[in-house]
Every structure is written in C-alpha cells, then in structure tokens.
C-alpha cells in the first residue's frame, strides 16, 4: 500500500494545524495535514484556560490526495467537547459531529465522513483551567476502507434537564441509542431536526419488546431508530429527580 504523508505546518502561536499554500503563488489550496494511513498525530497539547477554545486552521481537502474522513481523540484532565467542523468557504463552518470528553478520560470521535471542501477541529473547554491537554487526528482515503459506524455521547451523568450533545446525522441512516442511570423518575424525548431546524418527534424500537414511542420515562434501554434524511438528532432530557442518566449511541449505514 502507498503511503502519503503531509507535513504539519504551524500557525502564528506555534501550534500545529495552521494552512499553507502549496502551489506557487496560488493560495487557494493549502497542504493537507496528517498521514493517510490513519495514523494519529499531534494537533496541539498546549492546556486551555477556563472557556477557551482550540480551532485547528481550516484544511483543505482537495490536496494531492482526496481526504474525505477523519477522525480525532482528545485527552483532557478537565472535561470540554470536541467538535470536527466542515465548510464550502474556509469562513462558515458547521459541525458534522461532536463528541463529549469526560475529564481524565481518552476520547475518540470515531471515523467522520467529510462531504465539505475543508474541515477542521475545534476543542471547547469548560469552565476549568487545564493542567494536561492533547489533542490528535487522523485522515483516510477510500471511501470502501471507512469505519460504518460512529459513537455518540449525548449525555453523560446527567443530573439537569436539557439538549445535551447534538449529534450532526450526516449521512448516517440508523441509531442505536443506549439509556442508563440511576435516576428514579425521568422523562427522554427523542427528537429530529429536517431543514427547517424545528424539533420534530422521531419514533424508535425498544429492543426487548418491540414498543414504538418518541420518548421513554424508563432506564436500561435500548432503542433503534431511522435517521436517515434528518440533519440533526437530539436526546432531551424533559425531566430527571433522584440521580443520573446516560444517554450513548451508535450510528451505522
């Protein structure tokens, strides 16, 4: 298998990620970063301050080799989110998926497909400073070589209501989501979001007994559901006393 590799260029403070022209003077392209073989490599490990954000410089697909998936993992001693974020223009980005990172726990966002011209990561921090942070990425080529599936964490030890993590569909089709806690009451509602942006409620299967409803009041469940053609798919927590609720999922074509 050939293997191509792609240097890492740095941007104003140092770190790595930052676009550089490839072709003469043209700088409408810029160098992919990472190696396709889907190895990780360092985007940065400089810690945040509280509510600071890490946003690699956009990166230009269309290189000498065709990316159209990538994945990262972060590590953080304080908890924050990471986002893979696409764009038409390098100016205008949307997320395509987000994942929530749990402090002192090794995050991975799972394989994304690209659809856009250029992408890039984003880290959130929370509203504490850092001591230890890194974060990776991969890229890949070939289509027939990406993962089917993706992993999402809606909400993790959920105490409040709320939307928790919106998870960016793509072009994803079905979601396995998973629901556990300690909570003595609560309420899930499932919901999908078209064009239009508006909530709209999505209808899934229960696993054990085959029930149809668009929210649960119950725990250790699990449920499928059909996304297909929805832009985006949200786990809201309406209400929640005595404990905690994890809501994880899995999304696969």
């Known amino acids: 298998m050939k293997k191509h590799s792609f240097e890492f260029p740095a941007d104003q403070l140092g770190r790595p990620g930052a676009v550089k022209a490839y072709r003469g003077n043209k700088n409408d392209y810029v160098t992919p970063v990472a190696d396709l073989s889907g190895m990780a490599e360092l985007l940065t490990n400089t810690p945040l301050q509280a509510i600071e954000v890490y946003s690699q ?31 038409e223009d390098n100016n205008s980005w949307t997320a395509s998926h987000s994942v ?41 080529t070939g289509g027939a070589a990406a993962s089917s599936y993706t992993d999402v964490i809606f909400h993790e030890d959920a105490a409040e209501t709320g939307e928790g993590i919106i998870f960016k569909a793509g072009t994803w089709k079905k979601l396995l989501v998973e629901i556990t806690g300690t909570a003595e009451s609560s309420q899930v509602a499932f919901w999908g979001r078209s064009i239009s942006g508006k ?55």
């Open 57 to 87: 410089f956009g990166q230009d697909r269309l290189g000498a080799v065709l990316i159209d998936r990538a994945q990262g993992w972060a590590y953080s001693d304080r908890s924050g989110t990471l986002f893979i974020e696409e764009s």
């Open 100 to 140: 929530a990172v749990k402090g002192g726990v090794l995050t991975a966002s799972g394989w994304v497909c690209l659809t856009k011209r250029y992408y890039r990561f984003r880290f959130e921090n929370g509203d504490k400073k850092q001591s230890e942070f890194v974060l990776y990425q991969s890229v890949g």
């Open 199 to 253: 909530n709209v409620p999505i209808r899934g299967i229960r696993s054990d007994d085959g029930t149809s409803a668009a929210g649960t009041s119950g725990t250790e469940e699990v449920w499928t559901f059909d996304i297909a053609g929805f832009k985006e798919i949200v786990m809201e927590i309406k209400s929640i006393s005595g404990g905690s609720l994890s809501v994880k999922g899995t999304a696969f074509s």
